[in-house]
C-alpha cells in the first residue's frame, strides 16, 4: 500500500457494550478487545505502518470498579508476556506512554523487560498507551521545561513547538497522521491532546471487540483519498 499513516492512534472503544449486548460480563468484552489488538498490531506490520499507539488505559480508567481494573492489568500482562514472541520474530518495539508508575509492580516489571528485549527493533513501534492522559502528558512537559528554565538552562524565549514536542512521551515519534476510535463516540477523551493537531479523524460505530483486518484496510484506503492541507490551500500544478 502507497500513502500510508506512518502514524496510526486508536481508541479502542466498545468492549463493555460489546459484552453486555451477548449479556456477558465486562471483562469478557475485554478478553476479546485483547484479540482485537493482536489481529490490528499484525495488519499494520503487515501493511508497513511504523508506528501504532493504542489508549489501552487513561489515567480516568482507575476509577473503574476495582475488580476490572485488575482484570485490565492481568489482560496487559497476559498480553505482553504471550505477544513477546511474535514482537521479536516481526521486528517490532514495544513502548508505553503514561504515568506507567501507576502501574502495579508485576505489570511495570514485565513491560520493562518487554521494552527492552524489543528496544534495538526497527519495522514498527507499538505504542501502548498505559494510565495515559494527555492533559497530565502537557502539565509534566510544562513542568519539565519550566525546571530547566528556572535552573538557567534554557530561555524561556526559545520555548517553540519543537522544544514542547520534544519534552511530551511521543518525543520520538511523529504526530500520529491518522486517529480511529471505535464504538461511535464522536469525541477525543483526553488522548494526545498536543499531538493529534492535523491528524485526520475517522470514528466506526463498531465496537472494538468486532473491529477486524477488512474494516482496518478499508479506514487505510479512505485515508489514502484524504487530501492532508495542514490549514494551507491546495496549489493548482
Ligand atoms: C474501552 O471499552 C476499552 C478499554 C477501557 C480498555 C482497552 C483494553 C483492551 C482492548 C484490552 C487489553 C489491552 C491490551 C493492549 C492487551 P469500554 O470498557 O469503555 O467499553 P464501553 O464504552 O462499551 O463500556
Redesign the pocket.
Given at each position: 500500500m502507497t500513502r500510508l499513516p506512518r502514524h496510526i492512534a486508536i481508541i479502542?472503544?466498545?468492549?463493555?457494550?460489546?459484552a453486555?449486548k451477548r449479556l456477558l460480563n465486562?471483562v469478557k468484552?475485554?478478553?476479546r478487545?485483547?484479540e482485537?489488538?493482536r489481529t490490528v498490531v499484525r495488519t499494520c506490520r503487515e501493511v508497513g505502518v511504523s508506528f501504532l499507539t493504542?489508549?489501552?488505559?487513561?489515567t480516568e480508567?482507575w476509577e473503574r470498579p476495582q475488580a476490572e481494573v485488575a482484570a485490565?492489568m492481568t489482560?496487559?500482562k497476559r498480553?505482553l508476556v504471550g505477544e513477546t514472541e511474535e514482537l521479536l520474530e516481526n521486528n517490532i518495539r514495544l513502548n508505553a506512554i503514561g504515568q506507567v508508575d501507576r502501574l502495579p509492580g508485576d505489570v511495570r516489571e514485565t513491560l520493562a523487560k518487554v521494552m527492552s528485549v524489543t528496544a534495538r527493533n526497527t519495522a514498527m513501534t507499538l505504542n501502548?498507551a498505559l494510565s495515559y492522559g494527555g492533559r497530565t502528558e502537557i502539565v509534566e512537559m510544562a513542568r519539565k521545561i519550566a525546571q530547566q528554565a528556572k535552573a538557567g538552562a534554557i530561555d524561556p524565549e526559545a520555548v517553540s513547538q519543537d522544544l514542547v514536542a520534544r519534552h511530551l512521551y511521543t518525543w520520538d515519534m511523529p504526530d500520529p497522521d491518522l486517529l480511529i476510535r471505535t464504538?461511535g463516540?464522536m469525541r477525543i477523551s483526553n488522548f494526545l491532546l498536543w499531538q493529534i493537531a492535523y491528524a485526520e479523524i475517522f470514528i466506526t460505530p463498531t465496537?472494538?471487540p468486532d473491529f477486524n483486518r477488512d474494516e482496518l484496510l478499508d479506514i487505510f484506503r479512505w485515508y489514502q483519498g484524504r487530501e492532508r492541507r495542514f490549514g494551507k490551500v491546495t496549489q493548482p500544478e
Open positions: 479502542m472503544d466498545g468492549n463493555g457494550r460489546w453486555r465486562r468484552g475485554h478478553e478487545g485483547a482485537t489488538v493504542l489508549y489501552a488505559f487513561s480508567n485490565l489482560l496487559l498480553f501502548l464504538s463516540e465496537l472494538w
